[in-house]
């Protein structure tokens, strides 16, 4: 396994380049109209002796527009519902209502298997050895993101490791994507939270896009130039961010892309690049670096239940269990799907969240890429590229959603 450095590099100023703005590829919630008096949040209402929860949730839902998720009438009598917090205040004065209380969050006590996790079979792999105990895969991983929240405590951050290309003073995550991938590629197995394809894994923070999921071809060349610098101790590099672009089959040179020469720069350092095919439901050669045919890209495959089948229902949004996922890129640029829709993984503020997105699918296989480099430490980016490839599955309901007449092989990391 590559030494990690006890210096790193200084590394010179990133380029100028047009401002081609580059995002997250992760499908954001839709933002409530109005001021933040219209926002709708989660209450939690209690009622008299004597007042029946299902009659008293309706009548709210009339009165003051009460969007009621849950009725309690055992041990205790109520509902919780969503509602604005002047609607709440209302609520609050209503006849027969004993409490309106603010919901509350609550985090995972014992540690579990992500549905992700369990469909490409990581929990299988003899390398990842997923039992509870934390012992750690021996591997570099740079996240090319938003950064990682460096303090996660179900993350084995690489600080000496981390670099901030983007605006703030470090490579502290500020959004929470950066951080979701991470833990999806290495999120401890101990007895809390979640675990990643390949546990403990040492993860390199490589900050390039704002607190607003958002960066240009200057920051991201600024992050795969710090990789490529390191590339005697990175072995695997995530992207779940892209832009506009294709692919000119001369890496960038016949086209200036520069961030292709870039890319292709790193690659031949020995840098396996993992990236996401992006959320548009287009063509993946239509956007970089995506389109780049030196790194593995990857689709989003819809799946509920962890298992095969197509007999899961939805939970975070709506598409159809273990079919190809209704917001994926698709195209002859895509090596492999894995799963990208309701994934559960660490989140900033040493949290938790559920996310879906291509950028949720490319973490689960840049992992992978970690497990087989593992054992085959002298294998090139295009070797793990075909031995993924060749190791996955057609086990997925196809042609579903996806409209390009390939059917790219499901990831399965159950034997690496």
Excluded: K
Aim: charged share 15%; hydrophobic share 40%; aromatic share 4%.
């Amino acid at each position: 396994m590559r030494t990690v450095p006890r210096t790193l590099a200084a590394l010179a100023a990133a380029s100028l380049l047009p401002a081609l703005v580059v995002t997250v590829l992760a499908p954001s919630a839709t933002a409530a109209p109005g001021s933040a008096a219209d926002v709708r949040t989660t209450y939690l209402v209690t009622l008299d002796r004597g007042v029946e929860p299902t009659t008293a949730a309706s009548a709210a839902g009339r009165a003051v527009g009460a969007d009621v998720t849950h009725v309690y009438r055992h041990a205790l009598r109520g509902y919780a519902a969503r509602l604005t917090p002047a609607a709440a205040a209302r609520l609050a004065r209503t006849p027969g209502v004993a409490a309106v209380v603010p919901d509350r969050p609550v985090s995972i006590a014992a540690q579990t298997i992500p549905t992700g996790i369990d469909r490409i079979d990581a929990e299988q792999s003899p390398t990842a050895a997923i039992d509870g105990v934390d012992t750690r895969v021996d591997v570099d991983v740079a996240v090319i993101d938003t950064g990682i929240d460096l303090d996660h405590p179900d993350l084995n951050v690489y600080t000496a490791g981390a670099r901030n290309c983007s605006s703030g003073r470090s490579a502290d995550d500020g959004n929470g994507h950066g951080t979701h991938v991470a833990g999806t590629v290495g999120a401890l197995d101990n007895t809390t939270g979640v675990v990643g394809v390949a546990p403990g894994a040492r993860l390199w923070p490589v900050r390039v896009l704002s607190n607003s999921g958002s960066g240009s071809w200057s920051t991201v060349i600024c992050g795969v130039d710090f990789v490529t610098a390191n590339a005697d101790a990175i072995e695997v590099a995530n992207m779940s961010l892209g832009g506009g672009g294709s692919d000119d089959g001369n890496c960038g040179f016949s086209n200036g892309d520069l961030l292709h020469q870039a890319v292709c720069a790193s690659v031949a350092a020995g840098v396996t690049y993992v990236v996401a095919a992006g959320n548009s439901a287009a063509d993946s050669s239509t956007a970089v670096p995506a389109a780049y045919d030196e790194v593995i890209t990857v689709s989003a495959l819809a799946d509920f239940d962890g298992a095969p089948g197509g007999a899961g229902s939805p939970t975070c949004r709506t598409d159809e269990d273990d079919t190809f996922a209704n917001f994926s890129n698709y195209g002859a640029d895509v090596d492999i799907i894995a799963p990208g829709v309701c994934i559960l993984s660490t989140y900033r503020g040493g949290g938790y969240s559920t996310l879906s997105g291509t950028s949720m699918a490319s973490p689960h296989v840049a992992g992978a890429a970690a497990l087989y480099l593992v054992g085959n430490p002298s294998a090139s980016p295009a070797d793990v590229r075909t031995a993924l490839r060749s190791g996955g599955n057609l086990d997925w309901i196809w042609p579903s959603q996806d409209p390009d007449g390939i059917q790219e092989p499901l990831l399965d990391a159950g034997t690496l």
